[in-house]
């Protein structure tokens, strides 16, 4: 499966040219890494094919900029793999998450500065965004230009534009973004499938959810692809506006609790602690219930990253 880059106006992509590499200057920061003195990104040791042509893309992307006389700070692409940790995938990890955080709802009511749960060190802007206040509305017409942006099917576009697609390009050969997709569509198809049919995972499935069902958590769904998900979703549906990313089913049309109805961004942390532990018990006894099942479903889901769903 090759996860396709979301390159964006601050960062995204990749490239197969060697010299496009860091070149041992880069720094780590947060776990992430970026830019160091030479303006490209070192890339990781261990990163897997598609993840070090998002880095060359990113690399590529400033090196091209830089010749049309614009400052472009790479940004480091993080592995997928990474954001499942926490949620599933590393049993410790997500214990210790979740016997704290429950599935991350509620508690940025509780814990509004912890980078855990909270969304503030997210909403910072990033180093190209804060490159593009410092223009001249002209100098940034001129900065976006170069960029360039995503292909317009309207117009018939198939490729990126600009320096995002001249590194697409220098990456990927001469196959369209438009292509890539459909291939990437048609892989992500294949690999659920595949996945959902996986007999030790299917039995697992359902040993999860007769757990579930026997602590009295409804199960909607008993496919691999889903299942794992299922509980925190339903968590989802019913937590407070603004509950990390939350939209509760009551939300209006853009996400916004309705007038008088309850928001983590109002609550109190007396009127959210209540919640956050009926979350945790919650979350707890979906992790036990589903331990055997993620064990051998995230190995077999990482083989395959394009598949729908997660465990």
């Known amino acids: 499966m090759s996860l396709l880059p979301l390159l964006a106006a601050c960062g995204g992509g990749e490239s197969t040219s060697s010299s496009?590499?860091?070149?041992?200057?880069?720094?780590?920061?947060?776990?992430?890494t970026s830019a160091g003195s030479s303006g490209q990104l070192d890339i990781p040791a261990d990163a897997s094919a598609d993840l070090k042509k998002q880095y060359l893309v990113e690399n590529a992307i400033a090196a091209?900029?830089?010749?049309?006389?614009?400052?472009?700070?790479?940004?480091?692409?993080?592995?997928?793999?990474?954001?499942?940790?926490?949620?599933?995938a590393?049993?410790?990890?997500?214990?210790?998450?979740?016997?704290?955080?429950?599935?991350?709802?509620?508690?940025?009511?509780?814990?509004?500065?912890?980078?855990?749960v909270s969304r503030k060190a997210a909403n910072e802007p990033s180093a190209n965004a804060k490159y593009m206040a410092t223009l001249t509305p002209a100098q940034k017409t001129a900065y976006e230009k170069a960029l360039g942006g995503p292909p317009d099917p309207k117009v018939g576009q198939k490729d990126w534009t600009g320096c995002m697609g001249t590194a697409d390009k220098e990456v990927y050969g001469g196959e369209s973004v438009a292509d890539r997709s459909a291939a990437s569509a048609s892989e992500n198809q294949a690999n659920a499938q595949a996945l959902n049919g996986d007999q030790e995972l299917v039995g697992l499935a359902q040993s999860y959810a007769s757990c579930l069902r026997k602590d009295g958590i409804t199960v909607t769904t008993t496919q691999p692809t889903s299942i794992g998900e299922m509980v925190k979703l339903q968590a989802s549906a019913s937590a407070p506006a603004g509950a990390g990313g939350a939209v509760s089913v009551e939300a209006g049309a853009n996400g916004e609790k309705p007038e008088g109805g309850p928001s983590t961004e109002t609550m109190s942390k007396a009127e959210a602690l209540p919640l956050l532990t009926k979350e945790i018990e919650l979350a707890m006894k979906d992790l036990a219930c589903g331990k055997d099942f993620r064990a051998a479903y995230f190995p077999k889901f990482f083989k395959a990253p394009g598949s729908t769903g997660a465990g």
């Open 64 to 88: 091209c900029m830089k010749k049309q006389g614009f400052t472009y700070t790479p940004e480091a692409p993080e592995d997928f793999r990474t954001g499942w940790a926490t949620d599933g």
């Open 20 to 32: 496009s590499a860091g070149d041992g200057s880069a720094a780590t920061t947060g776990g992430k």
């Open 90 to 116: 590393d049993y410790g990890l997500t214990k210790k998450f979740r016997q704290k955080y429950g599935f991350g709802y509620t508690a940025v009511a509780v814990y509004p500065d912890d980078p855990q």
